[in-house]
């Protein structure tokens, strides 16, 4: 029977914790406002109701706290899943993410698994106060014994959160704010590509565009705006940041020749230098043009007022693209 | 000075007099065997300790926080553990390791740099990792406590911490988390007067154990060098989470006799006056004396104690140097359980 619905990334993302909750009684869902209220953004919505509260929880103002008691549940035999209400409200757990949650399965040579996901509301574009638009993707990304997927879509979010909850891995699930509404129809699958899988959004030969989360959509909007000046721009979805399909980057670079990536986060140190870093090393004498990078500038995120003259515009991903084009 | 200052303040629970001499009911809850077993594993901890300071001045482990002077407060709690009561340690318990049965071979693989975090297996002894990080821990305890408690066990988790890790807001945390769960956990602070070069006064103003008001959950002042009163603090405060009464928080007053680990030198903050006055309150010296004058040890039983722990630290000596380097592999063995594809090719490279 195929599912024709039309769903928000809010409503799959709500569906997804549903359908863990209910195949895997060992998966508890808890963090500051999920439980009665169903979370700021709703994304909790009627899961304690349906679960109970022994399984769905609110819990005191205490990240670091909801994630430590996430690894203690760990060797309790518990898979949790939390949530972080904001991006920069997420930097009180940074420890416990750091020092415990990457690393507690190598510290007990593999004998304690650490299957927690940790749900990040993240990215800005939704004239947020401060501290309510954050990407704190590398400090994840560049920590090892983490996983960090963020989805672009509803149908990829429902799928990717199913994979983060069922993987023994720990998985930092970065939710792009910008995208929790906009809807798309289809059915909802656990099946398709998991962690580490990249995808093609959008085929073209002339160039890539690589982006994640939020700005897939405003890369697929610059694509269809090059088209008609005969730009057939091609656009990937990273979906997963760590560990990042390397595999599809390399067949991208050689085949097109040309590299964009985009990103909110600021330029240095971003996604974009270890996208361009690892197309430089696989297909360096594939290129035919520098790899560009149209990303957010070097300065904290900026207020409302300001924020669309921070985040990537359709503009500036369509004239990097025509650049490496051109080059 | 007659006492170390962070003693001060309010009066501990004490069952045995510094001298030895019972000020309190001593029946708390240990058969003569059972006493005797907890003189020996003090004096098997200390020789133990003593090893691990030559150990490192031999070159055999990196760095060694030694715990002379903790042993009371250290065995007192573990022994008053059931078997699946599981234990969330700092750096400094090795004395609790031994009494909870982790292999010492394994747990110095930490400070001989040959592994991070719980060489030993941590589920199967109900040990957590060795855990640097000050304070982070105890939100693990509480974590599995609330977990244990949900699957319908009545086991408690325990979670060592010392004065200064007080000043986190871990700590905060997981009492607050504790406490609102009612989670079957005991946070026990062994006050040893020194986080480093901070003196116990610099870390807070008030006393450690009077915040559990606070948090709505009971708190314990008890005499760390006394054995006895620690125990049936601790059984106390464990039975209390077994009724599911939730948590307790117990300060237990001792002194860190040495430095805080053999990277340090205490010489440069510390008056060596002090320790020699906080080595007439030896919780060895203590607890054997009034063993002694009860009739419950004589001369010969101490002096076997005193061989078994003699063949103890030599046993682990011997086997302890034995261990070569562990292999490269490791590095790349447990980081996932599901490795990436990028680390797969990392660890050819690596490993050639």
């Known amino acids: 029977m195929t599912d024709a619905a039309q769903h928000t990334m809010v409503g799959a993302l709500n569906q997804a914790l549903h359908d ?8 508890l869902v808890f963090g500051e406002d999920v439980a009665c209220l169903g979370g700021v953004f709703r994304v909790t919505d009627g899961l304690l109701d349906g679960f109970g509260g022994d399984r769905v929880f609110d819990t005191p103002i205490s990240e670091a706290g909801i994630v430590g008691a996430a690894v203690g549940l760990a060797f309790a035999g518990w898979k ?23 690393k507690m399965r190598m510290r007990t040579r593999g004998r304690v698994d650490m299957p927690i996901v940790v749900r990040i509301p993240a990215f800005g574009g939704i004239r947020g106060k401060e501290h309510h638009g954050e990407s704190p993707e590398t400090y994840y990304v560049h920590t090892a014994g983490l996983k960090v997927v963020t989805p672009s879509s509803p149908l990829d979010a429902y799928r990717l959160l199913r994979h983060a909850i069922a993987d023994p891995d720990p998985v930092i699930f970065l939710e792009p704010k910008s995208r929790y509404w906009p809807k798309e129809a289809g059915e909802l699958a656990f099946d398709g590509p998991g962690i580490g899988v990249g995808r093609v959004v959008r085929d073209g030969g002339a160039c890539t565009i690589v982006a994640y989360g939020s700005m897939v959509t405003r890369c697929l909007e610059a694509a269809a705006r090059l088209e008609p000046g005969g730009i057939d721009a091609r656009v990937v979805d990273l979906r997963s940041l760590s560990p990042l399909d390397v595999e599809l980057l390399e067949r991208c670079a050689v085949e097109t020749g040309r590299v964009v990536v985009v990103h909110e986060a600021p330029l240095t140190l971003g996604m974009g230098a270890e996208v361009a870093a690892r197309v430089m090393e696989l297909a360096f004498d594939h290129l035919a043009a520098p790899v560009a990078r149209v990303t957010g500038w070097d300065v904290p995120y900026p207020p409302a007022a300001l924020e669309q003259r921070y985040l990537p515009s359709v503009e500036r991903i369509v004239e990097a693209a025509r650049e490496v084009v051109s080059y | 000075m007659e006492a170390p200052e962070h003693w001060a303040g309010t009066e501990p629970e004490r069952v045995l007099a510094h001298d030895g ?3 309190g009911d001593t029946d708390v809850g240990l058969s003569d065997d059972q006493l005797r077993a907890a003189l020996r594993w003090m004096i098997l901890a200390r020789r133990l300790d003593a090893e691990c300071i030559a150990l490192q001045r031999q070159g055999e482990l990196t760095v060694y926080p030694g715990f002379e002077g903790q042993e009371a407060a250290q065995i007192g709690s573990a022994l008053a553990l059931g078997a699946d009561d599981f234990v969330w340690p700092t750096f400094r318990e090795l004395a609790a390791a031994i009494v909870r049965g982790v292999d010492p071979v394994q747990y110095l693989w930490y400070h001989r740099g040959t592994w991070h975090g719980g060489p030993y297996d941590p589920r199967a002894t109900r040990f957590g990792p060795i855990c640097i990080p000050v304070a982070t821990q105890l ?10 408690a949900k699957d319908g066990s009545d086991a408690v988790a325990l979670g060592y911490i010392g004065d200064g890790a007080t000043s986190e807001g871990d700590f905060h945390e997981a009492m607050n988390l504790a406490a609102v769960f009612r989670a079957p956990a005991v946070v026990f602070v062994q006050n040893n007067g020194w986080a480093i070069s901070v ?25 760390g060098n006394d054995v006895l009163a620690v125990y049936r603090a601790t059984a106390d405060a464990v039975a209390r989470a077994r009724r599911g009464d939730g948590p307790t928080l117990i300060e237990a007053l001792t002194y860190r006799i040495g430095a805080h ?71 790349f063995d447990w980081a996932y359980a599901e490795p990436p594809a990028t680390l797969d090719r990392q660890r050819r490279e690596a490993l050639g």
């Open chain 1, 20 to 27: 863990a909750l209910r195949d895997d009684d060992r998966v």
């Open chain 2, 139 to 148: 939100c693990h305890a509480v974590g599995y406590a609330i977990g244990v």
């Open chain 2, 261 to 331: 680990s053999t990277a340090d030198d205490a010489g440069r903050y510390r008056d060596p006056a002090e320790v020699e006055v906080a080595r007439r309150f030896d919780p060895i010296v203590r607890f054997r004396a009034w063993m002694s004058a009860s009739g419950r040890i004589d001369e010969d039983g101490v002096a076997s104690f005193e061989d078994d722990a003699e063949r103890f630290a030599n046993d682990v000596r011997a086997s302890l140097v034995a261990e070569g380097s562990p292999p490269a592999e490791w590095m």
């Open chain 2, 21 to 23: 001499t019972p000020v």
């Open chain 1, 80 to 102: 949790s899943v939390v949530e972080m209400q904001f991006d920069a409200f997420s930097y009180p757990a940074l420890e416990q993410i750091i020092d415990h949650v990457a």
């Open chain 2, 199 to 223: 003196p116990t006064r610099r870390q807070t103003a008030g006393e450690i154990w009077k915040r559990a008001e606070g948090y709505g959950v009971p708190g314990v002042r008890v005499d």
